[in-house]
Every structure is written in structure tokens, then in C-alpha cells.
């Protein structure tokens, strides 16, 4: 399985961009599908998932401002990050599971500055 992420780049606080991440190769029946984020010196972090179901969950950090959504017949996962604040720089990571393995996208940079 691989993961095309995109979507990332420069923005000015207060901004939105809108991530996605495309899944592709020999997919069985990809369950969870999530956005981490890495900013520089710090640890990967969860910013969100979703299940194959629909249901989605926030790190408290992105509640209220990001949403994450899925395309199951497209294997697809956007994020969509809105309010932007400079300590939401990082690159941020897609993140998928099929037949219980994990897959991680290459990673998108995303910078908020003025």
C-alpha cells in the first residue's frame, strides 16, 4: 500500500488548507485512517482518525477547528484545518491500516506564518 499525501504549504495565521492523502496498491480493506503531525524537535503526534464507520476523533489541540473525512470507494482521507495558528507548523502525516498493518505517507509541510 502506498500514500500520496498533499496539500501542504505556506499560510498565514488564521488561514485554512485542505490535506489529502490518497491510498493505492494492494488494498484489502483499509479500517482506520488518521493525520499525525511532526514539528521540528518534537514528537509525532495524532491530530486525527477516522474509522471505517465514520466516527472521528480529535486531539484536543484540533477540536473545533480541524475535520478529517474519508472517501472509502476512493481509499482517501482529507483533513481540513481551518483557524490556522503558527504552532500548527509541521509536517503532517497521513496514516493508514489495512489487514492490521500500519502504512505512513511521505508527509506534507505545512507552515503558518506572516
Do not use: H
Not at 492523502?21 to 511532526?38: D, E, K, L, V
Not at 484540533?62 to 490556522?84: E, H
Amino acid at each position: 500500500v502506498q500514500l500520496q499525501a498533499s496539500g501542504g504549504g505556506l499560510v498565514q495565521p488564521g488561514g485554512s488548507l485542505r490535506l489529502s492523502c490518497a491510498a493505492s496498491g494492494s488494498i484489502f480493506s483499509i479500517s482506520s485512517m488518521g493525520w499525525y503531525r511532526q514539528a521540528p524537535g518534537k514528537q509525532r503526534e495524532l491530530v486525527a482518525i477516522i474509522t471505517s464507520g465514520g466516527s472521528a476523533n480529535y486531539a484536543d489541540s484540533a477540536k473545533g477547528r480541524f475535520t478529517i473525512s474519508r472517501d472509502n470507494a476512493k481509499n482517501t482521507v482529507l483533513l481540513q484545518t481551518n483557524s490556522l495558528k503558527p504552532e500548527d507548523t509541521a509536517v503532517y502525516y497521513c496514516r493508514v491500516v489495512d489487514k492490521m498493518i500500519w502504512y505512513w505517507g511521505q508527509g506534507t509541510l505545512v507552515t503558518v506564518s506572516s
